[in-house]
T-cell receptor, first 110, second 115 residues
């Protein structure tokens, strides 16, 4: 089966940098996804890493190390609107659905 | 145009009732999903359909029955509702399965409250 571990909560101030870690166990690995979900909203896709290394998209970057079964989401120049839940996810063994971690609630204060 | 739309957005009903949630996607995707998000925000896969064929049926009570009349629609019918069914149900879609890009497109969710 699949399991993912990520911190339950992270707090930071505006303008800061925060890193949300994710470790996973899976019997077949395709890639690691990250999603953002604001309260009352839908999960929205942020990034996908299938290969080792850092992928940068604006203020957000995502990193993957397949040998360590580890990845992280890096959020820079934090803004209040970044306050949300962030989920890492991997595919199930058959590659037919995403299995999500329990989510990290990020609170950004001024 | 909303990419993945689901209705209704809110349902409040009594235990024992039957209810349905409808989902439609206009992205031309082959695969659609139902996820359940509980009060602790845990997102759990329930069902997955590819081109109208059921490919995932996780450990979900038989009271939950999905139906896909065509690849753009995936509905969820729930019989004999129980208190524990209270949750937000998300419909999602992806092109050719989640493994290719890790990207799912979610609807806005249907918040079900069972009293």
């Amino acid at each position: 089966g699949q399991s993912l571990e990520q911190p339950s909560e992270v707090t930071a101030v505006e303008g800061a940098i925060v890193q949300i870690n994710c470790t996973y166990q899976t019997s077949g690995f395709y890639g690691l996804s990250w999603y953002q979900q604001h309260d009352g909203g839908a999960p929205t896709f942020l990034s996908y890493n299938a290969l080792d290394g850092l992928e940068e998209t604006g203020r957000f970057s995502s990193f993957l190390s397949r040998s360590d079964s580890y990845g992280y989401l890096l959020l820079q120049e934090l803004q209040m609107k970044d306050s949300a839940s962030y989920f890492c996810a991997v595919c199930n063994q058959a590659g037919t659905a995403l299995i999500f971690g329990k989510g990290t609630t990020l609170s950004v204060s001024s | 145009d909303t990419a993945v739309s689901q209705t209704p957005k809110y349902l409040v009903t009594q235990m024992g009732n039957d209810k349905s949630i409808k989902c439609e996607q206009n992205l031309g995707h082959d695969t659609m999903y139902w996820y359940k998000q509980d009060s602790k925000k845990f997102l759990k896969i329930m069902f997955s359909y590819n081109n109208k064929e059921l490919i995932i049926n996780e450990t979900v009570p038989n009271r939950f029955s999905p139906k896909s009349p065509d690849k753009a629609h995936l509905n969820l019918h729930i019989n004999s509702l129980e208190l524990g069914d209270s949750a937000v149900y998300f419909c999602a879609s992806s092109q050719a399965g989640a493994a290719n890009t890790g990207e799912l497109f979610f609807g806005e969710g249907s918040r079900l409250t069972v009293l």
